[in-house]
């Protein structure tokens, strides 16, 4: 159960910007927001993490609900190579399905 | 940095063979995690440790699953006797931080087990 909702798959176009969403609604107060990506064939990849505050970093960004309830990975330009499965996990580190991106050319 | 190390990368065994997973983590680092992978249940947390102890085995599938974690360096996921139900990717990852989880996993490239 790993307690996080995320959607089957999304699509993007290259260049453009993707916003990845996730509900943790039953999320605990000290609980992190961690993102990771799985491309073709590879392992998990760390992609950004967060408790509170929006977080930046050269991969992507997270926006975080005021509630915590939600959270929001933002690639602000989707490239071919960021095609992926994008998993939202809490600080348990239980993997749900995730959601598989698509960027078309 | 050589990241997580898993052997080995393919394993092919016959149902009713023992298997042995090895995971070396990256030093330093206080955690360690097994995770298996299949089509049907997706990445599954098996087992974690910090500090060589193991904290919650509860994703074991069963009895014939072991792990253990002889110092910080090493760590093996053991199946005894293999089923073809086991077939699947088996990741490990490690983490600088203990119980916070406040620091991303570092996953290896993991092993792939054919059980015939």
């Known amino acids: 159960d790993a307690k996080t909702t995320q959607p089957n798959s999304m699509e993007s176009n290259e260049e453009e910007p993707v916003h990845l969403p996730c509900n943790h609604s039953?999320?605990?107060?000290?609980?992190?927001i961690h993102w990771y990506r799985q491309l073709p064939s590879q392992g998990p990849e760390y992609v950004i993490h967060g408790l509170t505050s929006n977080v930046n970093n050269r991969m992507a960004s997270l926006a975080i609900a005021e509630d915590r309830k939600s959270s929001t990975l933002i690639l602000h330009r989707a490239t071919l190579r960021d095609a992926a499965v994008y998993y939202c996990i809490r600080g348990d580190m239980r993997f749900g399905a995730g959601t598989r991106l698509t960027v078309k050319p | 940095d050589a990241g997580v190390i898993q052997s080995p990368r393919h394993e092919v065994t016959e149902m009713g063979q023992e298997v042995t997973l090895r995971c070396k983590p990256i030093?330093?680092?206080?955690?360690l995690f097994w995770y298996r992978q299949t089509m049907m249940r997706g990445l599954e947390l098996l087992i974690y440790f910090n500090n060589n102890v193991p904290i919650d085995d509860s994703g074991m599938p069963e009895d014939r699953f072991s792990a253990k974690m002889p110092n910080a360096s090493f760590s093996t996921l053991k199946i005894q006797p293999s089923e073809p139900r086991d077939s699947a990717v088996y990741f490990c990852a490690s983490s600088p931080s203990g119980f916070s989880y406040n620091s991303p996993l570092h996953f290896g490239n993991g092993t792939r087990l054919t059980v015939t």
């Open positions: 039953t999320i605990s107060g000290t609980d992190y």
């Open positions: 030093s330093g680092h206080n955690s």
